[in-house]
């Protein structure tokens, strides 16, 4: 069926050159549904040739008759506004998590209900940039509740009552999407380059500001309770810890944070951590930082030889000298120029 619906639409890996839609045109098809990208003039002889293939083939679209180029639009649950440059979620996502939230502050809900609840609250989060480990307890819940389903232990019709707790954090969580503005999607220009790191010894930091260059680092010794952490916990705290030193002078704009731990680069992206609360926690602080001062966020993975924060990781500030700077500066220049092995 997908593959039928990619020629009716014209798809250039499926058909003739002669019977695909405009080059400047990106296609997205799906077994029943297709998006077609571009300039509102070549989306309008994408729709013109599709018609002609559709006619030809004896196929029908649905609601052919109405179908036009537009700026804003909803797909896959995410309403999209070209114009303004913001998505959010779609009208239909929005009816269906009201719904849930309904059955939520009854107190019980059947399995399959709150597997559904999960999967719709982590892809609206996503859409408008909720962070999902700020519900740290709720996400376990709901992860342990799929592996029963999965496992058999559960039925998908059984009832599961809801603890106080739980309920207050789906409650809250429903809430948090439905209540988040809109998010913009236009890029921006990066304005701050952040390597980060940790060792067993202490944490470090560099900013680099990307119009002047200029570098400023930062670092200190961990206390003895910290020492007891796992170095991927030590890692994320000094996530939070250099990211809150990101001066107000960068709100709104963009921040690259880069890390050699590829635990924290996961979870900044994906705004949760299971494994460890500490972790967790920490992580979430940073990216709330970040978004009350409106800031952008990339991370990325560097190797641990060429990370620059390493050095103020592991030895006092005060212990850095001029030829350190230099070393840093360099690693700085290698990795802004693309001159090291990277992972984005």
């Known amino acids: 069926m997908h593959t039928l619906t990619s020629t009716i639409a014209g798809h250039p890996d499926f058909v003739k050159t002669v019977h695909a839609v405009p080059a400047a045109v990106t296609v997205h098809t799906w077994v029943d549904n297709v998006r077609y990208a571009g300039s509102r003039k070549d989306v309008l002889e994408a729709s013109r040739k ?48 009201a719904r849930d939230l309904v059955e939520v502050r009854k107190g019980a809900m059947s399995a399959s209900g709150l597997e559904t609840l999960g999967g719709r609250l982590l892809h609206a989060s996503a859409i408008v940039g909720v962070f999902v480990g700020e519900f740290y307890f709720a996400l376990k819940f709901l992860r342990r509740l799929t592996n029963a ?24 969580w429903v809430r948090a999407v439905l209540e988040k503005r809109r998010m913009p999607v236009a890029a921006r220009v ?34 003895r309770k910290e020492k007891g952490l796992h170095i991927n916990e030590l890692e994320a705290l000094a996530f939070e810890l250099c990211v809150s030193a990101v001066p107000d002078k960068y709100a709104g704009g963009t921040v690259t944070v880069v890390v050699d731990n590829t635990t924290v680069q996961g979870v900044a992206r994906k705004g949760a951590c299971l494994r460890s609360q500490t972790l967790n926690d920490a992580v979430v602080n940073g990216l709330t930082r970040l978004r009350h001062m409106n800031i952008s966020l990339s991370v990325r993975w560097v190797k641990s ?25 360099l690693a700085v220049r290698q990795f802004l120029t693309g001159d090291m092995g990277l992972v984005v």
């Open 190 to 223: 990066p304005s701050l380059t952040v390597f980060v790191d940790a060792s067993l010894e202490g944490w470090g930091g560099v900013l680099v500001d990307v119009a002047t260059n200029a570098i400023e680092v930062l670092g200190s010794r961990w206390s």
């Open 50 to 97: 599709v018609d002609e293939l559709a006619a030809r083939s004896k196929v029908t679209w649905k609601d052919a008759d109405t179908r036009t180029a537009s700026t804003r639009y909803e797909f896959i649950g995410v309403d999209w506004d070209h114009q303004s440059g913001k998505v959010g979620i779609s009208a239909r996502l929005s009816k269906k998590l």
């Open 149 to 172: 389903l999965n496992r058999g232990e559960k039925a998908v019709d059984q009832t599961v009552r809801l603890s106080g707790s739980v309920q207050r954090l789906l409650d809250g």
């Open 305 to 329: 030889a060429g990370n620059p924060a390493d050095l103020p990781s592991r030895v006092p500030l005060s212990a850095i000298s001029d030829k350190n700077m230099a070393d840093m500066a």
